[in-house]
């Protein structure tokens, strides 16, 4: 019998009749709790509203999963020596894709001037093909690798970018500093889907923002600070970009004397685009363990160098 560790209070509820049933059918043999002395604890479940800081007295556990994607609040913590893994489930990625597929087709078809249309106006304004509209994904992970796709699914001719260099079939890919300004230079929808780590910080810059078509869109589900505001407040203003619709924030909530909130191009979405859904993240918790469990390799670990 193992112990599993459930470190976030607020989404107790959430887990705690899926994870046990997950485990269950993972064959693996396991109590899921709330407290317990650090000494006797396998794995640790965590998010970053989780109150526990210190990993040290956990001199046992055998890895901390976490129910996020983005793992820039916990990878950094000096305490945590234990194998760090992030969440990668197919419903966060499916939830993804639709948040980032409806954003990109509002735009592309203008559909605001149809939805807002006070005054009766008869305008008929018809949007270009997809296959008109050059769409950039920065970032080709589990999430931009699935939107990307599915952009390219629909038409778009879509450049994705990487650290490192991939290949994804339908999409062109591209990699380093010169493959950024590649990947800009004439996109007219751009979506942010890097990590937040010191080196993506400000990716989007008065410099970065200077090379998409005039008038191209911003998506930004990824982090706040993969954007420099000032800089997108600055582009916005004289017309560079278009429209930005943002889901994340450098603080969250956003506060509410924040630019962003009145500007009339920019949408804000309140960190929804793609949240952990409690059954499907249980299962792939439910296979690390097993693996774990089973001394085969954990899946989605983190490199503690990179950051993500
Ligand atoms: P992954 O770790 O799978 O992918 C990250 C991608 O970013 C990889 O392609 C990686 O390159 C690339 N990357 C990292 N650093 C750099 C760099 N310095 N230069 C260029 N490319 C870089 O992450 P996910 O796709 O799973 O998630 C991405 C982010 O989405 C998360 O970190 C999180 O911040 C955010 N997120 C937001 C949610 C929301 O609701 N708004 C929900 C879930 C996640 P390489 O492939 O070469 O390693
Ligand atoms: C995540 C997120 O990283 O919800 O999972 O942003």
Not at 13 to 25: C, E, G, H, I, R
Not at 30 to 48: M, S
Request: aromatic share 6%; proline share 8%.
């Amino acid at each position: 019998m193992i112990t599993v560790l459930f470190a976030v209070p607020d989404l107790w509820a959430d887990y705690a009749d899926v994870l046990p049933s997950a485990l269950d059918a993972a064959g693996i043999r396991a109590q899921v709790v709330q407290e317990a002395e650090p000494e006797v604890v396998d794995y640790i479940i965590y998010a970053p509203s989780a109150p526990l800081q210190d990993f040290t007295p956990f001199t046992r556990a055998r890895a901390v999963l976490s129910l996020w994607a983005g793992v820039e609040r916990i990878v950094g913590n000096a305490t945590l020596t234990q194998p760090l893994c992030r969440m990668v489930d197919p419903s966060l990625t499916e939830s993804m894709v639709e948040w980032v597929v409806g954003h990109a087709l509002r735009h592309h078809l203008g559909m605001d001037a149809q939805i807002v249309n006070p005054d009766h106006l008869w305008n008929p304004v018809v949007p270009p093909l997809a296959r008109n509209r050059p769409v950039t994904v920065l970032g080709l992970g589990a999430l931009g690798t699935a939107c990307a796709k599915a952009l390219a699914g629909l038409n778009f001719p879509v450049t994705g970018w990487s650290r490192t260099q991939k290949t994804v079939p339908g999409v062109r890919c591209l990699s380093g500093e010169d493959g950024l300004r590649q990947a800009l230079t004439g996109a007219q929808i751009v979506v942010t889907l890097l990590p937040r780590t010191a080196d993506t910080e400000n990716t989007l810059n008065a410099e970065t923002l200077a090379l998409p078509a005039r008038g191209a869109v911003i998506l930004n589900p990824g982090r706040g600070p993969l954007i420099d505001d000032a800089a997108l407040l600055a582009a916005l203003d004289g017309g560079q970009i278009g429209h930005a619709t943002l889901d994340v924030f450098r603080v969250e909530p956003l506060p509410q004397d924040h630019a962003f909130w009145a500007h009339p191009r920019v949408t804000v979405t309140p960190h929804i685009a793609a949240d952990t859904r409690p059954e499907s993240a249980s299962g792939v918790i439910a296979e690390n363990i097993r693996r774990s469990e089973a001394g085969e390799p954990l899946l989605h670990q983190v490199d503690r160098a990179l950051g993500y």
